[in-house]
């Protein structure tokens, strides 16, 4: 069920170079699976109307508060980076279908570029039955982060720079090549700049989930802001990121 609540500032600190991590307080939580999102109102900024969709990639329902993290973009982002502890903020969760239910058994690999990488987190700690592996590609090393959690998380996890001053030097795609053959993996999720998530094609023999990012208005379907080609077996439908997606199958969304 999706709820509007407000939530209380617990934590909003630093994380990577202007990358911050806020945890959220609340009164009660709904369940929310791996890849859901939640969109943010920034306070007290009547002109920003839209408000800004962040993915939702830690939950701890017993404590009932979330975590989001946001790389600084433009104004709304910016003004949740001035959020203090016990500042209030209003969201609107959980939106979207999330990343789709893997069986037992099933090696999972999780591809992620920059700020994307946050999302498969949630991925990597819900499967933790299963072998979970990943590649995370950022530009260089002020921009890394959580990579001790996916390393405690992850049966293997590889990191690539685009100038190797943490990692692997090169793109993931790149990266990941040297390593597939030992990971073999079942289903590869990723999520990350559009350019990173093409670059996965020559790994789409398996099947590959998307997680896209795009400019949203409502984030519950009523707008159509968000509609993206997406090409099914009987042709192509636009449909909404917010609520079909926003992970989609690789060969539905880059079929051009
Ligand atoms: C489902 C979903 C989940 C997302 N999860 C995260 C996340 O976990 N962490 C994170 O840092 N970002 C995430 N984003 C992107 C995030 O919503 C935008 O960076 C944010 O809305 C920018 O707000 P702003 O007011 O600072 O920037 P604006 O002033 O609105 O715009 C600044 C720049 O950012 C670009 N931009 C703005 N909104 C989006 C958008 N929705 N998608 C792509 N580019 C955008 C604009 O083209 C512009 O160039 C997600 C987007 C979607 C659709
Ligand atoms: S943002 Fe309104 S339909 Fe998707």
């Known amino acids: ?121 949630s991925v990597a700690e819900s499967y933790l039955d299963n072998e979970v592996y990943c590649c995370l590609g950022f530009k260089d090393k002020n921009l890394v982060m959580k990579a001790d959690e996916f390393k405690r998380l992850c049966k293997k996890a590889v990191f690539a720079t685009d100038d190797g001053s943490f990692g692997e030097k090169g793109f993931v795609a790149e990266v990941l090549e040297r390593h597939m053959d030992d990971i073999k993996p079942d289903v590869i999720f990723a999520c990350g700049p ?29 707008c159509l802001v968000c509609a993206c080609k997406i090409k099914k077996a009987d042709g192509e439908h636009n449909l909404r990121v917010c609520k079909d997606g926003p992970v989609f199958l690789f060969d539905e969304v880059f079929y051009g």
């Open 1 to 121: 069920m999706i709820v509007d609540l407000i939530f209380q500032v617990e934590e909003n600190k630093l994380i990577a170079s202007s990358t911050y991590e806020m945890t959220l307080k609340t009164e009660k939580l709904p369940p929310i699976k791996a890849g859901q999102f939640a969109e943010v109102k920034i306070p007290s900024r009547e002109d920003l109307i839209l408000r800004r969709p962040f993915c939702v990639y830690s939950v701890d329902s017993e404590k009932n508060s979330i975590k989001i993290g946001y790389a600084l973009r433009g104004k709304g982002t910016k003004e949740l980076s001035a959020l203090k502890v016990g500042d209030e903020v209003q969201v609107l969760l959980p939106l979207g279908n999330g990343f789709p239910a893997v069986e037992k058994g099933k090696k999972i690999l999780l591809a992620g570029g920059g700020v994307g990488v946050l999302p498969l987190l």
């Open 194 to 222: 559009e350019p990173m998530l093409k670059s996965l094609k020559k790994f789409s023999a398996v099947p590959t989930y998307v997680s896209l990012e795009q400019r949203m208005g409502c984030g519950i379907g009523a």
